[in-house]
């Protein structure tokens, strides 16, 4: 199973920005659609944000849209969301995700129901 560890979490300032990153390891990373979750305290998890296997196609949960960004970098094994503007309600655990099996190389789900490897997850904090 692909190792994922997230990094670059923390504290942000509302109406700031904040860019973290997963790194994978294991298979070789361009094979997976990738995928950001997230998980505030008393609540399930969420989707956020998927890409696919060569960051052709991009998938946001409307929450995010036109503030986050993720994007991915094959040739460093790395997938990063970029937050821009966020907000307090943004304040969540995030997970990053590796689908080993996307059911069209230009596609990635947006249900954490297809994805087969996760990492540990970072904290993210946004003031206000």
């Known amino acids: 199973q692909v190792q994922l560890v997230e990094s670059g979490g923390g504290l942000a300032q509302a109406g700031g920005s904040l860019r973290f990153s997963c790194a994978a390891s294991?298979?070789?990373?361009?094979?997976?659609?990738m995928g950001w979750f997230r998980q505030a305290p008393g609540q399930e998890r969420e989707f956020v944000a998927a890409i696919s296997r060569i960051g052709d196609n991009t998938y946001y949960a409307d929450s995010v849209k036109g503030r986050f960004t993720i994007s991915r970098d094959n040739a460093e094994n790395t997938v990063y969301l970029q937050m821009n503007n966020p907000k307090p309600e943004d304040t969540a655990v995030y997970y990053c995700?590796?689908?080993?099996?996307?059911?069209?190389?230009?596609?990635?789900?947006?249900?954490?129901?297809?994805?087969?490897?996760w990492g540990q997850g970072t904290q993210v904090t946004v003031s206000s």
């Open positions: 294991g298979r070789t990373f361009s094979t997976y659609a």
């Open positions: 995700a590796a689908d080993y099996n996307p059911y069209r190389p230009n596609w990635a789900s947006t249900s954490q129901r297809n994805y087969n490897s």
